[in-house]
């Protein structure tokens, strides 16, 4: 009886950090249990990964990334660049599975072939996978096999992608986005909102209009969140570098008030 209360804990503990269904997480953790030998070893048919970047498109690069991805897959700004890939370890408890076995998987599905959206699709419906981190996988497959360059959508537009976690609830880190007021105390730029779907994603344009925001946010328990930015139509990769350290340090900044002040209104 207690080890099941325990592993009724853990599984609902997954649920928090990944958005997964009971069920889905519990697959999860029963999978890993059964097939977690003594000593982790990769994949059989892992192949060699090329040392290339993972761009500032999600962080799904486009975790979000893509420009119209199906509704179960949400367009948010997802991984950092490949330089800066999140862990075997993270991906692998947020996923199931981690990168080489991901690639390993969409090489055998023939993913050199098939579009971003299709790729992300895929992950979200034969394999269950949330939303960012589907497209979080996407675009790290798609740099590690050179078909899209650091900061480059599949499309040949550019992009720059940030994230970051905080420790503030989600509709608190949301807030910071939303609330006109709140969002002056850390980002000096203009934006004129589109879009603002409370917790989940805000969508503006920037300053000018000649690009846009795509901001995305995820639960990581009752008081941690994480957001991921993709700015888009963006004109080159100069431009791209340079915004990609705008939001390093801008997002560095919301972090510092959102933890300091509590609840900044």
Not at 16 to 33: F, P
Not at 151 to 173: D, E, I, K, W
Not at 248 to 265: H, I, S, V
Request: charge should be positive; proline fraction near 7%.
């Amino acid at each position: 009886m207690t080890h099941q209360r325990t592993f009724k804990a853990r599984v609902r503990s997954r649920m928090a950090k990944t958005g997964e269904s009971y069920t889905t997480a519990r697959r999860h953790l029963l999978a890993r249990a059964q097939t977690t030998p003594a000593e982790p070893a990769a994949p059989a048919a892992a192949p060699a990964e090329p040392a290339t970047p993972l761009s500032a498109g999600p962080a799904a690069s486009s975790v979000p990334e893509q420009a119209g991805p199906p509704a179960a897959v949400p367009t948010v700004a997802g991984p950092a660049e490949q330089t800066e890939r999140i862990s075997d370890a993270l991906l692998g408890e947020r996923t199931g599975r981690d990168w080489a076995q991901w690639f390993a998987l969409l090489d055998e599905w023939g993913g050199t072939g098939r579009t971003h959206t299709e790729i992300a699709r895929w992950l979200v419906t034969a394999h269950e996978v949330p939303g960012w981190w589907a497209q979080t996988i996407t675009v790290g497959y798609e740099q590690a096999r050179g078909l899209r360059a650091p900061g480059q959508r599949r499309g040949g537009g550019f992009s720059a992608n940030g994230s970051r976690t905080v420790a503030v609830p989600v509709g608190r880190l949301f807030a910071a986005f939303a609330d006109d007021a709140l969002r002056r105390r850390w980002l000096p730029e203009d934006v004129r909102v589109r879009t603002a779907t409370a917790p989940k994603s805000f969508r503006a344009d920037w300053a000018d209009g000649s690009t846009r925001i795509v901001v995305g946010f995820a639960a990581a328990g009752e008081s941690k969140s994480r957001v991921a930015v993709q700015h888009e139509k963006v004109a080159d990769a100069e431009q791209a570098a340079r915004l990609k350290a705008y939001w390093r340090e801008r997002l560095a900044a919301l972090k510092q008030l959102l933890e300091a002040d509590g609840d900044p209104r």
